[in-house]
């Protein structure tokens, strides 16, 4: 999620549902695994699977995150078939921590975050969708020399599987807050093509628990002093895109 002033934001794990039906016994009806391993005739992932479309009428394994219920588009009252949908909160802390939650008490194959974000360049425009290919922890004071990071604290966090091509990989930059200012825009362009909130939380958590992830992301906005206009205006609709897109490449 791009802007953090959104209003109507639930908190972490808020409406979370799942696509199977629990018997009165409290037990699951049988099915097969959505790890692609278990689907016939494909074979095991490695460590860094590619994507694999899920298997229809599987089990819960795969875990859908978003930052806040409409960048989920009703998915999470109503999850594709093998998915278990959940919100996991604003900001890189607060969805470190719930994602970390999630992974321990449903232990997913593997994690797909969906989000809107902004763009700092021409490389991307509004509309636009990609896949993070590495979420970047880092802060204008950082850039521009004002403040350092210890050496051996680590800032950055790749993805772990791959989306389709429709779906081009960008660098995701993660600061503290918002980014307004033109100039902001300019110093984190160097770094990344992207900016968004949660998305080193959400990486960090799952490299942890050696859980592979994923990030689809639609660029809701440019980043500067009109982002927060811009978000508002656009995110709703970005939103039905990309889970749209998702859908039609049958990654959901």
Same mark, same amino acid.
């Given at each position: ?7 109507? +934001? %639930?908190?972490? *794990? ?16 049988? %099915? ?8 016939? *005739? ?10 694999? @479309? ?13 930052? !806040? ?9 109503? @999850?594709?078939?093998?998915? !278990? ?10 969805a ?27 490389r991307?425009s ?45 660098? +995701? ?5 918002? %980014?307004?200012?033109?100039? *902001?825009?300019a110093? !984190? ?10 998305? %080193?939380?959400? !990486? ?12 689809a ?36």
């Amino acid at each position: 999620m791009e802007d953090a002033h959104a209003r109507g +934001v %639930t908190g972490p *794990g808020s409406r979370v549902a799942h696509s199977r039906k629990v018997d009165a016994a409290g037990g699951s009806a049988p %099915t097969r695994s959505i790890d692609g391993a278990a689907c016939r *005739g494909r074979p095991k992932p490695s460590s860094s699977p590619p994507f694999r @479309p899920s298997c229809a009428g599987s089990t819960p394994r795969r875990l859908l995150l978003a930052a !806040f219920p409409p960048e989920l588009c009703g998915l999470d009252a109503s @999850p594709p078939a093998g998915w !278990f949908a959940a919100c996991v909160g604003i900001g890189a802390v607060p969805a470190a921590v719930a994602t970390a939650r999630l992974l321990s008490a449903r232990q997913p194959a593997r994690v797909l975050f969906v989000g809107t974000c902004g763009a700092y360049d021409a490389r991307l425009s509004p509309g636009d969708l990609l896949a993070a290919g590495e979420a970047i922890a880092a802060s204008q004071d950082e850039l521009e020399g004002r403040a350092y990071r210890p050496a051996l604290e680590r800032a950055r966090w790749p993805a772990s599987w791959a989306l389709p091509a429709r779906f081009p990989l960008h660098a +995701v930059a993660v600061p503290p807050a918002v %980014t307004a200012t033109a100039a *902001g825009a300019a110093a !984190f362009a160097k770094l990344a093509a992207a900016e968004h909130l949660e998305l %080193t939380g959400v !990486f960090a958590a799952c490299a942890e628990l050696g859980v592979p992830v994923a990030a689809a992301l639609g660029v809701a906005n440019r980043v500067g002093p009109e982002a927060h206009a811009e978000w508002r205006a656009r995110h709703a609709a970005v939103s039905r895109s990309l889970i749209e897109a998702l859908r039609a490449e049958r990654v959901l």
